[in-house]
């Protein structure tokens, strides 16, 4: 009974503010933990999964993906994505594009959607413009300071834009990148979602983690013509 006597003061305290805001209609509202940040996404070789084995044909020319978060809500924001060079500093060849997002974190969805990408070749003088198909990322951000270790990155690409990419062939084209995927790795060349036509193969990595980053994002509209390799005169 004493005990009760001695708390019953700062239960009250407590207790009476909350029971009042009820009352008034009001609730506790969530922020949105990644709201104002912008982070790394980075994909290794070794995180492809689909198809097994494609990260040592890929791995010289898809880049990494900046995401800036903005918006207050927990459960839809906005996330302006961007691409990063080898040195972590923002590509000005790529177009920035803005995509919403919905979550409820620390799990989160981006897609899918279409994505204009600029893709370089890392090793060989190679670049091209295309539109990615089907671009989804899931639960790619971090929990707190802890990065996620469960992330997915998806996306469908259509090889009448990117077959130049694949220097492991001569002079390739579509369909030799269509059979090498189907002999390889048994991945056939499927229809494409614009158009039908049987150019387009779906890529997925796991185990994804993006990591803050400390620069900004800076807009970008359309890819420069100087962005292109210069073709050596004859």
Not at 69 to 95: K, R, S, Y
Request: charged residues 20%; contains cysteine; proline residues 12%.
């Amino acid at each position: 009974m004493a005990l009760r006597r001695f708390f019953a003061p700062f239960l009250l305290r407590f207790t009476l503010p909350t029971l009042l805001a009820f009352a008034a209609g009001c609730t506790v509202e969530e922020e949105n933990p990644w709201n104002g940040t912008t982070y790394l996404l980075d994909i290794e070789s070794q995180d492809w999964s689909e198809p097994r084995g494609i990260g040592r044909e890929i791995n010289d020319f898809v880049p990494s993906f900046l995401l800036r978060v903005d918006g207050d809500a927990p459960d839809a924001f906005d996330v302006t994505i961007g691409t990063a060079d080898l040195a972590g500093e923002q590509d000005p060849c790529n177009p920035t594009n803005v995509f919403g997002a919905t979550a409820s974190p620390p799990a989160m969805m981006l897609g899918p959607t279409q994505y204009s990408l600029f893709i370089k070749h890392n090793v060989d003088p190679v670049a091209v413009e295309s539109t990615i198909h089907d671009l989804t990322m899931k639960d790619v951000l971090p929990d707190g300071d802890t990065p996620s270790s469960v992330g997915e990155f998806s996306a469908t690409m259509d090889f009448r834009e990117l077959h130049p990419l694949f220097t492991i062939l001569v002079d390739p084209t579509p369909e030799q990148v269509c059979t090498l995927f189907e002999d390889n790795y048994s991945s056939p060349c499927m229809p494409c979602p614009n158009d039908g036509e049987p150019f387009c193969v779906t890529v997925k990595a796991i185990g994804l983690g993006a990591t803050p980053w400390s620069g900004a994002i800076e807009p970008v509209d359309a890819v420069d013509p100087s962005c292109f390799p210069s073709t050596p005169a004859p």
